[in-house]
Each structure stands twice: as structure tokens, then as C-alpha cells.
């Protein structure tokens, strides 16, 4: 049902398109003001959702320890644990950087089973992360080379990356090796949550919604590369593209239905980003289980709400069990007798 | 805002990375599009022209299979209904003849580098 | 209620979720899974919210007037306070990687039990009642209201993790279910939404200074009783001291060290370490009865309660005039020492950094919280050859090491016991890794939840660590599980019970102490459970 929905959704947006920049014929509203709206939601919602995430305080150093502390005993110094344990701010950004470019988590992936007679095996399960790092890359990519349209003259990096993207030389126009990663990464991370039951149970429809836009966006564009009827002249797409980079925006003729819909798609991406689980792309980064060195007993790090507290003092303590402690030969520091003078006093505060 | 020192600098790489093609540009003499040297002794090239807009490099790719493999020479032209010799240096470049002025023109806006000319060599 | 056999528990274990929407599963609050709440006491004398009798097995769980408020409000607030809380609530993209890692759905299968949707019972409050996006679209955001239905299933789940964070090892963007589940707790306490088994050890702890609520002269005559012991084992007596002002260190441990075996045999270990230190190199431990327990149900309650019993170590070190620290053999105790004493109540000007009175070494590590672990600190005098060691007087024992969830995965602290497990016996084997180090399991029982009442659960969720247990122990006949935690002590007893009935539960410290030779000593016939020492076995 989550899933039906999403896809109703992602379908409505193509109709959309399709009506509005075709039937209705409004490209101007597609072509010029959507996109222009889709950037400057992204950008300002991305760095709204990320200053929000900053004024949170950060009370408590919390890493997850993953190896040997490198802050510990000589004797017990680890030089690999240091990316999966570090005490240093370098080890830390060490760490970060397997985190955020290698998916280091994800990488110690295992799955469970429990085989009869009372056998619980843990096997190796590296799909996840291997289809999660193609997906990313070839997401990253792809962005990449659609700066193609984006400049003039095209810097020469985005110039390569399209011909060793398409370095395979199948299909006219090549086909791109990207495009192809793309689908099939995405096919499996949408098929698991078709597939297997416990996935099934915890997905969101805001799980399925950004994989079927996605998937449609890749699919639009590869229409308008390699399908006979879906194929545009690139020409008035880059000047359609470079209007909007250079503030001077056209819309011009010949420019095909397909690109509407892969341009209004995206433009919905930009926009639904910033208030979606899709913001992990900044999140993962300010994560403090993964942000902080673990140094919490040799440096000091003040809570900025830290409040004084009320404590038991050892005063109270000491009213409380006087008698019994004497008794038992404890040392106490007021005298058994000056007891009946004492007046409870009234909790401490700590700072 | 705590771990402003971080975060800010963060947010700058990521707004000018994001925002490369719109400061990439700048300075840059307003894009004009793109004009294309076309033959004058003809009105229409072997197809219609957005016929040949999206399929020329399908085309091209054919006749070099069914030329140089299959040893087929002619293709049948539906617009001008009439054979033509199935060769780029022939029967394109007789007409457009410039191959800078012509073919590099859309390819290089695209970052279009497509392997014909790693056979013919074409003196500029 | 009874539990069913091992072999018919495990049988009926499955990982299938329903096909009903998580959403529209009803809650069922199933005996032998959840602990029963707290008295009023308890919470009256710590003051905390909605001191009142209630049944959870009740409709009517007598909720303040304003509970919804509050505790919409407290999400707020706590989510202005905790970056960590913010962002966990935000970024999590339900990949699945954290679902199966948690012995709670391993043992149980309840798909609740997966950190993931754990997380989702209160992050759909926060989509539903706090978000944009979550009050327009509700569901298909994620999104759901707060009513009194999701209130008791989010207290039925918060009290069935463990905060073992090893859920947290595996996610892409380290989202820490503890730290949800700490701050759950915390606002559920905000409606007096709690445990018996939780309230009533903090309030203790408060009063008398530790868990078990052993008042002082009790608490000495325990530590009287092991030396009767020690005694009686070796022919010397150590002799402690309490509550002494100006001794050189104070010496921290939990309670559970103090009262329930196997952990007294490890106090045992301490005595005879402290008392060859003291004999040999002039070391001055003192113990408090003030500060008497090491462990601190406040974390499992709120970080204001855990702050406050907290608090005592360093009040009582500065009234002492001590020079630092020495804590003993605990898993949460370690978690709270290391992530946020010196945050909460530090940095305590008033102690020096640790120094190794014996090595000399620098515990630089600790320079600000100036609180070392007992098995670091062994570990140096061990290297530095300070211990004479008789390694064979633990020659019956064939050894694995289970690694506490807090000190491996919120310390780092992986190395420091296997070196003196290899040092104190001959015998050492590792279980699989996938359950040890950083990936290790949680004995069942930890955060508070070392009930009877939900001795279910427990069990289940000791499923994986028992069963890694019985690999080594079927490969190589391996009868002794070491940790250096009391909980691990006390609920990893009755979980071997269960499901491996012929391994035996110690810390390191009993094994410690049985090998270590104090000068003078008489020839040992037994070790310190009083049975009977390898090679001692015909004498009998």
C-alpha cells in the first residue's frame, strides 16, 4: 500500500509535466521558474535543516567506540583502530572520511540466522553496502556530468568523466556505464523492500517516494538519450540550461516533452530534500556518535546547559546512619552526641 | 549555534560547490546558441532535419557496419528518394564540408566526442 | 508464568514480521516481558513526576492531566538539547542494517525489537506532532498522533533495550538507539512512566549510597566477611578501611560486587590486590560508604538523576582528600565515568592526574576525570612484573571473555581485560568475533533491566551471547565466561543456567585474586569460591 501510494504520487508528477509543459503549454513554469524555486528551496532548506541541527547543544561526548581506544596504555595502542576509535580531532576526521566516502558502518554488515539445534550463525552481508556505494557514486556522477550543460566552455574534468562513463562504446550514443550502476543499484535497494519481510514492515512511503523519483528521473533521461521518440535536441537544452545559469532565462523551441518531465522531476528532488530523510547527506556529518574523538576522560568538555543539581550530601549521609556508623566503628565527623543539635539541613546545591 | 567554526565553513563548500555553474559562468559573455555552417546548395540533408538532429550518430553508426562488415555501399534515401553512397567523408562532408565549423560546433557544447574521427583524419 | 524449555524457546523464535502496517498492530503487553512500575516511594524521595500506583497490565495507567503537553514539550526541549537526539529523529533512512543486530529481536523476533522501528514508535510522534510535513500529510509522512495507546507501547519497547549502542556499530550514520532510548526514558519519567527496577535502586543509591540499599554498617560487615574468607583461604587477613580522610586513593565499585556472587568473589580479588598493594608498596585504598556504588541507575532514568547520584564520587573524594580514583569492574559505570562524569560534575580540580604510585606510569587518558579503571591499572603493574602470579591456580578454568557492551562500545576498553585474563590464567578463548569487542551482546539484562518479572525477554535476549558461549564452549570445552561487569554477573549467571547450565560467570578480579601469591601466604587448598584448587582435587 505504501508502496502503491508513493508510485500514485510519482506518477502524478509526471502527469503533471506532461499536462503543463505539453498540453497546457506553460514551459516557461517547468523551464524556468520551477527549477529556479527547486535550487533556492534546496539551498536555503539544506542549510536551514543543518544551522537547526547546529543550535542543538552537544552535552556529552557519546562516540561509538568501535576498537581498542587509541587514548589508553601504550602497551594497548592499536594502529588501526584509530579510524574506528580515534582520540585525536585528525583521527576523528579520519574517521569521518571512511564514514562519509567508503560507508565504513555499513561495510561491518552482518546478517543473523538461526539454523536448528540451536545454531545462531553471522554471516558476512556486504550487499547492502555494495549497492549503497554504486547507487551514491554513480548518483554523484551523473550529477557531474550534466554540468555539460551547465557551462561553456565545459571544463575539461566533466569532458573526461563523460567519455570514461561511456568508455564501453555500446549503443549509439554510448551508452553510459553510470546510467546502467544506477538502475541496477536502485532496483535493489527497492526490490529488498518489496522482498524481505522485515523491510517490508518498517518502510515509509518516504522510502519508496524518493526511490521511484529517482528511478524515474534516471529512466526520463535515458528515454531522451536512447528511445527513437523520446529523443531531444540537445541544442535548445543547453541553452535553456545556461539561460538559468547566467540569469538570462529562455525557453527556447524544439525542446521535447521528455526533458519537461526529467527536468520537473528533479526540480521536485531539489525540493523535497531538504524535509526528508535525504538530508542524511548532511545529518551523517554531525552525527556525535561519529563526530566526536573519544578524549572524554583526558580533556575536559563543558555541557553548555550544565545546571547545578540537587545531591545527597554526605552531611545527610552521615545525620541519616550516625548511630549505625559509630557502631560499626566507621569514622564519622560529627560525634555521636552533638547529634540531637544537629539540624537537618536542607539539600545542597552543586554546582 | 555550537560548532559554528565547523559548521559554517561547512555550509560555504557545500553552497559554492552546489552553485558552481552559476558563478562558473560569471564574467563569461552571455551564451548565444548555436549557429551551424549549413551547405548552401541544399535545403534538406538525406533526412528530415530533426530526423537527422537525433539520429545522425545512429545512422553513421549503421552505414559503418553495413559498409565496412556487411560490404552493403548505398543507402536509400526516403526524403530524397534516391541512393546515396553510405560514407562520411563522401557523402556528409561533400555538402558539410567544415568539419569545425559543423560538427564540433554541437559536439563540443555537449562534450560529444564521438570516435568517427579516430579513422578519418580530417585536414583541417 | 512459566518459561518454556530452551530447545522449544528457541524453536518458536521468528524473524517474519506481520503484514499489517506496524502502525495498526495492537500492543500487546505480554507477561514475562515488561517490569513493573514503580512504587511511589521510590520516586518521592528522589522527587520525581507522578509518584502513584499504577499496573501497566491496567487500563488505566493514572497519567497526569497534562501528559500529552509535557511530553511533546519535553521532546522539544530535548530536542534543543541533544544534537544527537535531533539528528537521530531527522536522518534515519530505514536501510535495515541496524535491524537484525539486536539480541532482543534476535531472541525474540517481536519486530518492535529492531532498533530501527524501536526508533520509529517515537520518531512517528516527532513526524506527527512536531514537524510540518508530519501534522499535513500524518501517515503517508510517517506520522502519527500521541495517544495513550502510543504512549504505553513506546514504555512497553523503551524498557525492552538495553542501551547496548550495537545497533549504533552498524548504522551508516551512527544513530544510537541508547541514547533514543535514554532520552524515551527520560520523557516518559516526565509522566512517572517507569520501572520498579530502576526507581527503587536509584532512590537507594541516593539514600544509602548504593543500589542494594546496604546501609554502612552492612556494607562493612560484608566486606568484614569476605576477609573472614580471605583469611581462611590464604591465612592472611586483608584489612581494609572506610570512609578514611586522607587516604591516597578511593576505590569505587558497584554494589552488586558487594552482595551477589559470583561479583563478591571479584570484591574478594579486590581486597587481596588492594591488601598486597598496601603491603608491598604502601598504598593507601580506602572504600566508601558514601559513595558506594559505582553504577548509576539515574543514567537509566534521567540525565538530571544521573547526574545527581553521580555527583557523590567526586564530593566524596574531595572530603576524603584523595588523590584520584579508582573504579571497579562495571559496565554502565564505565559508560558514565568515561562519556560524562567530567561533563556532568567535572573537572575535578581538587584530584591529581593518576599516577601509578608502583610503575609510576601516567594515566594521561584520565587527566581531566582523573578516574582510572581498576583493570588498566592492573594491567600496568602487570606489565611492569609488580604481581607475583600463580597462573596455575586457574588451571581448572577454561576461559572466554565476554566484552561489556559499555566499556567496549562507549570506552574502547577491549584490550586492557585480555591482557590480564592471559596473565591470571592458562587457558584463554575467544568466542566469534561477530559477537565479541565492539560487536559484542548484551548479557540480557543491562540498563535496568535485570528484573525477575521479565525473565522472558531476558532470556531471549541472551540468546546470542549464550549461544556464542556455547561455540567455544562445544570447540573447546571453555566452563568459565569472564567480564568485568556486575550486571554481566549477576544476570549472566541465571542466563547460563538456562540455556548452558555447565558454564560458570566470574570477573576478572576472582581470577586475579586466586593467582595472585601475597607474601607469607599459607599453601592454598581452594580458590576463592572455596573449591577445591587444581592438583588439590585427591586431597579432599
Given at each position: 500500500m505504501?508502496?502503491?501510494?508513493?508510485?500514485?504520487l510519482?506518477?502524478?508528477?509526471?502527469?503533471?509535466?506532461?499536462?503543463?509543459?505539453?498540453?497546457?503549454?506553460?514551459?516557461?513554469?517547468?523551464?524556468?521558474?520551477?527549477?529556479?524555486?527547486?535550487?533556492?528551496?534546496?539551498?536555503?532548506?539544506?542549510?536551514?535543516?543543518?544551522?537547526?541541527w547546529?543550535?542543538?547543544?552537544?552535552?556529552?561526548?557519546?562516540?561509538?567506540?568501535?576498537?581498542?581506544?587509541?587514548?589508553?596504555?601504550?602497551?594497548?595502542?592499536?594502529?588501526w583502530?584509530?579510524?574506528?576509535?580515534?582520540?585525536?580531532?585528525?583521527?576523528?576526521?579520519?574517521?569521518?572520511?571512511?564514514?562519509?566516502?567508503?560507508?565504513?558502518?555499513?561495510?561491518?554488515?552482518?546478517k543473523?540466522?538461526?539454523h536448528?539445534?540451536?545454531?545462531?550463525?553471522?554471516?558476512?552481508?556486504?550487499?547492502?553496502?555494495?549497492?549503497?556505494?554504486?547507487?551514491?557514486?554513480?548518483?554523484l556522477?551523473?550529477?557531474?556530468?550534466?554540468?555539460?550543460?551547465?557551462?561553456?566552455p565545459?571544463?575539461?574534468?566533466?569532458v573526461?568523466?563523460?567519455q570514461?562513463?561511456?568508455?564501453?562504446?555500446?549503443?549509439?550514443?554510448?551508452?553510459?556505464?553510470?546510467?546502467?550502476l544506477?538502475?541496477?543499484?536502485?532496483?535493489?535497494?527497492?526490490?529488498r523492500?518489496?522482498?524481505?519481510?522485515?523491510m517490508?514492515?518498517i518502510?515509509q512511503?518516504?522510502?519508496?517516494?524518493?526511490?521511484?523519483?529517482?528511478?524515474?528521473?534516471?529512466?526520463?533521461?535515458?528515454?531522451?538519450?536512447?528511445?527513437?521518440?523520446?529523443?531531444?535536441?540537445?541544442?535548445?537544452?543547453?541553452?535553456?540550461?545556461?539561460?538559468?545559469?547566467?540569469?538570462?532565462?529562455?525557453v527556447?523551441?524544439g525542446?521535447?516533452?521528455?526533458?519537461?518531465?526529467?527536468?520537473?522531476?528533479?526540480?521536485?528532488?531539489?525540493?523535497?530534500?531538504?524535509?526528508?530523510?535525504?538530508?542524511h547527506?548532511g545529518?551523517?556529518?554531525?552525527?556525535?556518535?561519529?563526530?566526536?574523538?573519544?578524549?572524554?576522560?583526558?580533556?575536559?568538555?563543558?555541557?553548555?546547559w550544565?545546571?547545578?543539581?540537587?545531591?545527597?550530601?554526605?552531611?545527610?549521609y552521615?545525620?541519616?546512619?550516625?548511630?549505625?556508623?559509630?557502631?560499626?566503628?566507621?569514622?564519622?565527623?560529627?560525634?555521636?552526641?552533638?547529634?540531637?543539635?544537629?539540624?537537618?539541613e536542607?539539600?545542597?546545591?552543586?554546582? | 549555534?555550537?560548532?559554528?567554526?565547523y559548521?559554517?565553513?561547512g555550509?560555504?563548500?557545500?553552497?559554492?560547490?552546489?552553485?558552481?555553474?552559476?558563478w562558473?559562468n560569471l564574467?563569461?559573455?552571455?551564451?548565444?546558441?548555436?549557429?551551424?555552417?549549413?551547405?548552401?546548395?541544399?535545403?534538406?540533408?538525406?533526412?528530415?532535419?530533426?530526423?537527422?538532429?537525433t539520429?545522425?550518430?545512429?545512422?553513421?553508426?549503421?552505414?559503418?557496419?553495413?559498409?565496412?562488415?556487411?560490404?552493403?555501399q548505398?543507402?536509400?534515401?526516403?526524403?530524397?528518394?534516391?541512393?546515396?553512397?553510405?560514407?562520411?567523408?563522401k557523402?556528409?562532408?561533400?555538402?558539410?564540408?567544415?568539419?569545425?565549423?559543423?560538427?564540433?560546433?554541437?559536439?563540443?557544447?555537449?562534450?560529444v566526442?564521438?570516435?568517427?574521427w579516430?579513422?578519418?583524419?580530417?585536414?583541417p | 508464568?512459566?518459561?518454556?524449555?530452551p530447545?522449544?524457546l528457541?524453536?518458536?523464535?521468528?524473524?517474519?514480521?506481520?503484514?499489517t502496517?506496524?502502525?495498526?498492530?495492537?500492543?500487546?503487553?505480554?507477561?514475562?516481558?515488561?517490569?513493573?512500575?514503580?512504587?511511589?516511594?521510590?520516586?518521592e524521595?528522589?522527587?520525581?513526576?507522578n509518584?502513584?500506583?499504577?499496573n501497566?497490565?491496567?487500563?488505566d495507567?493514572?497519567?497526569?492531566?497534562?501528559?500529552?503537553?509535557?511530553?511533546?514539550?519535553?521532546?522539544?526541549?530535548?530536542?534543543?538539547?541533544?544534537?544527537?537526539?535531533?539528528?537521530?529523529?531527522?536522518?534515519?533512512?530505514?536501510?535495515?542494517?541496524?535491524?537484525?543486530?539486536?539480541?532482543?529481536?534476535?531472541?525474540?523476533?517481536?519486530?518492535?525489537?529492531?532498533p530501527?522501528?524501536?526508533?520509529?514508535l517515537?520518531?512517528?510522534?516527532?513526524?506527527?506532532?512536531?514537524?510540518?510535513?508530519?501534522?499535513?500529510?500524518?501517515?503517508?509522512?510517517?506520522g502519527?498522533?500521541?495517544?495513550?495507546?502510543?504512549?504505553?507501547?513506546?514504555?512497553?519497547?523503551?524498557y525492552?533495550?538495553s542501551?547496548?549502542?550495537?545497533?549504533?556499530?552498524?548504522?551508516?550514520?551512527?544513530?544510537d538507539?541508547?541514547?533514543?532510548?535514554?532520552i524515551?526514558r527520560?520523557?516518559?519519567?516526565?509522566?512517572?512512566?517507569?520501572?520498579?527496577?530502576?526507581a527503587k535502586?536509584a532512590?537507594?543509591?541516593?539514600?544509602t549510597?548504593?543500589?542494594?540499599?546496604?546501609?554502612?554498617?552492612?556494607?562493612k560487615?560484608?566486606?568484614?566477611?569476605?576477609c573472614?574468607?580471605?583469611e581462611?583461604?590464604t591465612?592472611?587477613?586483608?584489612?581494609?578501611?572506610?570512609?578514611?580522610?586522607?587516604?591516597?586513593?578511593?576505590?569505587?565499585?558497584p554494589?552488586?560486587?558487594?552482595f551477589?556472587d559470583p561479583?563478591?568473589?571479584?570484591?574478594?580479588?579486590?581486597?587481596?590486590?588492594?591488601?598486597?598493594?598496601?603491603?608491598?608498596?604502601?598504598?593507601?585504598?580506602?572504600?566508601?560508604?558514601?559513595?558506594?556504588?559505582?553504577?548509576?541507575?539515574?543514567?537509566?532514568?534521567?540525565?538530571?538523576?544521573?547526574?545527581?547520584?553521580?555527583?557523590?564520587?567526586?564530593m566524596?573524594?574531595?572530603?576524603?582528600?584523595?588523590?584520584?580514583?579508582?573504579?571497579?569492574?562495571?559496565?554502565?559505570?564505565?559508560?558514565?565515568?568515561?562519556?560524562?562524569?567530567?561533563?556532568?560534575?567535572?573537572?575535578?580540580?581538587?584530584?591529581?592526574?593518576?599516577?601509578?604510585?608502583?610503575?609510576?606510569?601516567?594515566?594521561?587518558?584520565?587527566?581531566?576525570?582523573?578516574?582510572?579503571?581498576?583493570?588498566?591499572?592492573v594491567?600496568?603493574?602487570?606489565?611492569?612484573?609488580k604481581?607475583?602470579?600463580?597462573k596455575?591456580?586457574?588451571?581448572?578454568?577454561?576461559?572466554?571473555?565476554?566484552?561489556?557492551?559499555?566499556?567496549?562500545?562507549?570506552?574502547g576498553?577491549?584490550?586492557e581485560?585480555?591482557?590480564?585474563?592471559?596473565?591470571?590464567c592458562?587457558?584463554?578463548?575467544?568466542m566469534?568475533?561477530?559477537?565479541?569487542?565492539?560487536?559484542?551482546?548484551?548479557?540480557?539484562?543491562g540498563?535496568?533491566?535485570n528484573?525477575?518479572?521479565?525473565?522472558?525477554i531476558?532470556?531471549?535476549?541472551?540468546?546470542?551471547?549464550?549461544?556464542?558461549?556455547?561455540?567455544?564452549?562445544?570447540?573447546?570445552?571453555?566452563?568459565?565466561l569472564?567480564?568485568?561487569?556486575?550486571?554481566?554477573?549477576?544476570?549472566?549467571?541465571?542466563?547460563?543456567?538456562?540455556?548452558?547450565?555447565?558454564?560458570?560467570?566470574?570477573?576478572?578480579?576472582?581470577?586475579?585474586?586466586?593467582?595472585?601469591?601475597?607474601?607469607?601466604?599459607?599453601?592454598?587448598?581452594?580458590?576463592?569460591?572455596?573449591?577445591?584448587?587444581p592438583?588439590?582435587?585427591?586431597?579432599?
Open positions: 505504501k508502496a502503491i501510494n508513493s508510485l500514485i510519482v506518477l502524478a508528477l509526471i502527469v503533471i509535466a506532461m499536462l503543463g509543459a505539453g498540453a497546457l503549454g506553460i514551459e516557461y513554469l517547468f523551464g524556468v521558474i520551477i527549477p529556479y524555486l527547486a535550487v533556492l528551496i534546496f539551498i536555503v532548506g539544506f542549510i536551514t535543516k543543518m544551522v537547526g547546529g543550535k542543538s547543544a552537544v552535552p556529552f561526548r557519546i562516540p561509538t567506540t568501535c576498537g581498542q581506544a587509541t587514548k589508553s596504555l601504550p602497551m594497548f595502542k592499536d594502529k583502530s584509530r579510524l574506528d576509535n580515534p582520540g585525536t580531532k585528525l583521527g576523528t576526521v579520519g574517521r569521518m572520511f571512511f564514514e562519509v566516502v567508503l560507508f565504513r558502518s555499513l561495510f561491518r554488515n552482518t543473523v540466522e538461526l536448528p539445534g540451536q545454531y545462531v550463525a553471522y554471516s558476512s552481508s556486504k550487499w547492502l553496502w555494495i549497492f549503497a556505494l554504486i547507487f551514491h557514486y554513480t548518483f556522477i551523473i550529477v557531474l556530468r550534466h554540468l555539460r550543460f551547465f557551462t561553456e565545459i571544463p575539461g574534468v566533466i573526461f568523466l563523460d570514461a562513463d561511456s568508455m564501453l562504446q555500446i549503443l549509439t550514443p554510448p551508452l553510459f556505464i553510470s546510467s546502467l544506477i538502475l541496477v543499484a536502485l532496483g535493489y535497494l527497492l526490490l523492500r518489496f522482498f524481505v519481510p522485515s517490508r514492515y518502510s512511503p518516504a522510502d519508496y517516494v524518493p526511490l521511484f523519483l529517482i528511478i524515474s528521473i534516471v529512466v526520463s533521461g535515458m528515454l531522451m538519450r536512447y528511445v527513437g521518440p523520446f529523443k531531444t535536441d540537445l541544442m535548445p537544452v543547453k541553452e535553456l540550461a545556461m539561460g538559468l545559469v547566467q540569469f538570462s532565462p529562455t527556447p523551441e525542446i521535447g516533452l521528455t526533458f519537461y518531465v526529467h527536468f520537473f522531476l528533479f526540480s521536485v528532488l531539489l525540493m523535497y530534500f531538504p524535509f526528508s530523510k535525504l538530508m547527506m545529518g551523517v556529518f554531525l552525527s556525535p556518535t561519529r563526530n566526536l574523538p573519544n578524549d572524554s576522560r583526558e580533556k575536559h568538555h563543558a555541557n553548555p550544565n545546571y547545578p543539581v540537587k545531591v545527597h550530601t554526605y552531611e545527610e552521615e545525620d541519616d546512619f550516625r548511630e549505625k556508623m559509630v557502631e560499626a566503628d566507621l569514622p564519622v565527623v560529627k560525634p555521636l552526641e552533638e547529634k540531637a543539635e544537629e539540624t537537618s536542607n539539600d545542597e546545591k552543586k554546582e | 549555534m555550537y560548532n559554528a567554526k559548521i559554517i565553513p555550509l560555504i563548500i557545500f553552497a559554492l560547490l552546489f552553485t558552481f555553474p552559476f562558473y564574467g563569461a559573455d552571455a551564451y548565444e546558441p548555436v549557429e551551424l555552417e549549413l551547405p548552401e546548395d541544399y535545403d534538406d540533408c538525406l533526412e528530415s532535419t530533426e530526423y537527422m538532429r539520429e545522425h550518430m545512429k545512422m553513421l553508426d549503421e552505414w559503418r557496419d553495413i559498409y565496412v562488415r556487411d560490404g552493403y548505398m543507402y536509400w534515401s526516403e526524403l530524397k528518394e534516391q541512393y546515396f553512397l553510405m560514407s562520411l567523408t557523402t556528409c562532408m561533400d555538402c558539410h564540408d567544415n568539419k569545425e565549423e559543423f560538427c564540433d560546433r554541437c559536439h563540443d557544447q555537449t562534450a566526442d564521438p570516435y568517427c579516430d579513422c578519418h583524419h580530417i585536414e | 508464568m512459566a518459561i518454556s524449555k530447545d522449544v528457541y524453536r518458536n523464535i521468528s524473524h517474519k514480521p506481520p503484514e502496517n506496524w502502525m495498526d498492530v495492537p500492543l500487546e503487553i505480554k507477561p514475562g516481558r515488561y517490569c513493573y512500575a514503580a512504587d511511589p516511594g521510590p520516586l524521595y528522589v522527587g520525581m513526576p509518584p502513584r500506583k499504577w501497566p497490565k491496567d487500563d495507567w493514572k497519567l497526569p492531566e497534562n501528559w500529552k503537553e509535557t511530553f511533546i514539550g519535553g521532546m522539544k526541549e530535548r530536542l534543543e538539547k541533544f544534537r544527537s537526539f535531533k539528528i537521530f529523529m531527522d536522518i534515519c533512512v530505514r536501510c535495515g542494517a541496524c535491524a537484525d543486530k539486536c539480541h532482543y529481536f534476535i531472541g525474540s523476533g517481536d519486530p518492535k525489537n529492531m530501527v522501528l524501536r526508533a520509529e517515537l520518531r512517528s510522534v516527532y513526524r506527527g506532532e512536531i514537524t510540518k510535513a508530519g501534522q499535513i500529510l500524518g501517515r503517508f509522512a510517517g502519527r498522533e500521541l495517544t495513550e495507546n502510543v504512549l504505553k507501547e513506546i514504555w512497553y519497547y523503551y525492552q533495550c542501551e547496548c549502542r550495537r545497533c549504533s556499530v552498524f548504522c551508516p550514520y551512527g544513530i538507539q541508547a541514547e533514543i532510548t535514554i524515551g527520560e520523557l516518559l519519567n516526565l509522566l512517572g512512566l517507569n520501572i520498579d527496577w530502576i535502586p532512590a537507594n543509591c541516593y539514600r549510597g548504593n543500589h542494594l540499599g546496604i546501609q554502612p554498617h552492612a556494607f560487615d560484608m566486606i568484614d566477611f569476605f573472614d574468607d580471605i581462611e583461604i591465612g592472611i587477613r586483608p584489612e581494609p578501611t572506610f570512609n578514611k580522610k586522607g587516604a591516597d586513593y578511593l576505590f569505587i565499585t554494589s552488586g560486587d558487594v551477589a561479583g563478591t568473589y571479584t570484591c574478594m580479588g579486590y581486597l587481596i590486590l588492594f591488601h598486597y598493594l598496601k603491603e608491598e608498596y604502601g598504598m593507601d585504598i580506602t572504600w566508601s560508604t558514601y559513595a558506594s556504588e559505582g553504577g548509576n541507575f539515574g543514567f537509566f532514568t534521567s540525565h538530571e538523576l544521573m547526574k545527581r547520584l553521580n555527583a557523590k564520587m567526586y566524596e573524594a574531595k572530603r576524603l582528600g584523595v588523590k584520584w580514583i579508582l573504579g571497579g569492574e562495571c559496565g554502565h559505570m564505565w559508560r558514565v565515568l568515561h562519556q560524562y562524569m567530567d561533563s556532568m560534575n567535572g573537572p575535578p580540580e581538587f584530584l591529581e592526574v593518576p599516577v601509578s604510585p608502583v610503575t609510576g606510569t601516567r594515566f594521561d587518558h584520565a587527566a581531566s576525570t582523573k578516574m582510572i579503571h581498576i583493570v588498566e591499572f594491567a600496568d603493574l602487570i606489565k611492569h612484573n604481581l607475583p602470579l600463580d596455575s591456580r586457574n588451571d581448572n578454568l577454561r576461559v572466554t571473555f565476554h566484552d561489556s557492551c559499555n566499556p567496549s562500545r562507549g570506552m576498553f577491549l584490550e581485560p585480555r591482557y590480564v585474563i592471559n596473565k591470571v592458562n587457558n584463554f578463548f575467544e566469534p568475533l561477530e559477537t565479541i569487542r565492539e560487536q559484542t551482546f548484551c548479557c540480557g539484562g540498563s535496568g533491566l528484573a525477575g518479572e521479565n525473565e522472558e531476558r532470556l531471549m535476549g541472551g540468546l546470542p551471547r549464550a549461544n556464542a558461549v556455547k561455540s567455544v564452549r562445544d570447540r573447546h570445552g571453555v566452563n568459565m569472564a567480564n568485568v561487569c556486575a550486571i554481566d554477573r549477576a544476570t549472566l549467571t541465571a542466563m547460563m543456567d538456562y540455556w548452558q547450565p555447565d558454564v560458570g560467570v566470574t570477573g576478572v578480579h576472582e581470577m586475579l585474586g586466586n593467582a595472585l601469591i601475597l607474601p607469607g601466604e599459607q599453601e592454598r587448598e581452594t580458590n576463592l569460591r572455596g573449591e577445591p584448587l592438583g588439590k582435587e585427591e586431597e579432599e
